[in-house]
Nanobody, 117 residues
């Protein structure tokens, strides 16, 4: 059994910053790709950023140059540093981990990020 616990969401003014964390615990042998997704009001869930176990990162065009994804393998944790936040970044943010040789996908419970003045 694998559990993911997210933290770091909240209310921030436009231009502000937040840092999201997602820590995995349980029966974990290896974590492959780690990522963040988001779902805004009335929208479908979309990819924000991913990082492979080799350190290769990928970002949605809408967050490039503003968001940075990183991982700390010793702590089974993935982070999302969000700078220059905009109202359109308002969404529930979910972490996703692909674990083990079967690349099984696990989702966090979601954390709300609201960007508003």
């Amino acid at each position: 059994q694998v559990q993911l616990v997210e933290s770091g969401g909240g209310l921030v003014q436009p231009g502000g910053s937040l840092r999201l964390s997602c820590a995995a615990s349980g029966s974990i042998f290896s974590i492959n790709t780690m990522g963040w997704y988001r779902q805004g009001p009335g929208k479908e869930r979309e990819l924000v950023a991913t990082v492979t176990n080799g350190g290769t990162t990928n970002y949605a065009d809408s967050v490039k140059e503003r968001f940075t994804i990183s991982r700390e393998n010793a702590k089974n944790t993935v982070y999302l540093q969000m700078n220059g936040l905009k109202p359109e970044d308002t969404a529930v943010y979910y972490c996703n981990l692909a674990i083990g040789i079967l690349n099984r996908s696990y989702w966090g419970q979601g954390t709300q990020v609201t960007v508003s003045s």
